[in-house]
Structure formats: C-alpha cells, structure tokens
C-alpha cells in the first residue's frame, strides 16, 4: 500500500512537471536552445525572450501572470555551459555535479 503511494506521487509529480512544460511552451512560445551560440541568436532582436534553464523561479512568476514574455529559450540541456574543466565551472553544472567530481574535490575541499 505504501508503495502504491509513492508510486502515484512520483506520477503526480511527473504530471505537473509534463503539464509546466506544455503549458510554457504552448501559452508563452518556446524552444530548446542546442548550444551558447544557438541561444544567443534566439535572444537577439527579442528583447522580451527569456532564459530559462530549471525555472524555479520564473515558472511561477509567470503562472501568477506577474511576467510574459514572448519567447522562452531553455539552456537546461546546452551541453557547453554543463562542463567542468579545471578551474572553471559552467554556469549549467548543478551541486549534485560537482559531487561526482573528483577533480574538483581534490582541487576545493571547501566546497564539500
């Protein structure tokens, strides 16, 4: 029984997620950017057009009508911005990345 529970939240969970995606890219107009340079020329010209990577924090400004822009542009899968490679670590890498990486534990202890 209590597995069934945490089954049907997963999907719930899932659900919402599906419908914040369709309702995004349906209302506000959307796409998915494939790189840094794709993104910018979406950008360029649109002064209303806005990044969108996780929208933890745009989603629901937008859902309470607080903001619309015209053109949504989603960097969360842009490969480029999700590399770490020496001391440099891109905009995209999440904390949950930075675990796994060894290079980086060994070179900033203090971030663990």
Same mark, same amino acid.
């Given at each position: $029984? !209590?597995?069934? #529970?945490?089954?049907?939240?997963? &999907?719930?969970? /899932?659900?919402?997620?599906? #419908?914040?995606?369709?309702?995004?890219?349906?209302? /506000?107009?959307?796409? /998915? !950017?494939?790189?840094?340079? %794709?993104?910018?020329? !979406? +950008?360029?010209? =649109?002064?209303?057009?806005? &990044?969108?990577?996780?929208?933890?924090?745009? &989603?629901?400004? $937008?859902?309470?009508?607080?903001?619309?822009?015209?053109?949504?542009?989603?960097?969360?899968?842009?490969? %480029?911005?999700?590399?770490?490679?020496?001391?440099?670590?891109?905009?995209?890498?999440?904390? =949950?990345?930075? &675990?796994? =990486?060894?290079?980086?534990?060994? =070179?900033?202890?203090? +971030?663990?």
């Amino acid at each position: $029984m !209590a597995r069934q #529970f945490v089954l049907a939240l997963q &999907l719930g969970a /899932f659900a919402g997620q599906l #419908f914040s995606l369709l309702f995004q890219r349906l209302v /506000f107009g959307g796409q /998915f !950017a494939g790189g840094v340079q %794709e993104a910018v020329q !979406a +950008l360029q010209g =649109n002064e209303d057009a806005k &990044l969108i990577a996780g929208g933890h924090s745009l &989603l629901p400004v $937008m859902k309470l009508r607080l903001a619309s822009p015209s053109l949504l542009v989603d960097i969360g899968k842009v490969a %480029e911005l999700k590399s770490v490679s020496g001391g440099t670590i891109g905009a995209g890498v999440t904390y =949950n990345d930075l &675990l796994g =990486n060894a290079q980086i534990k060994a =070179n900033y202890p203090v +971030l663990y």
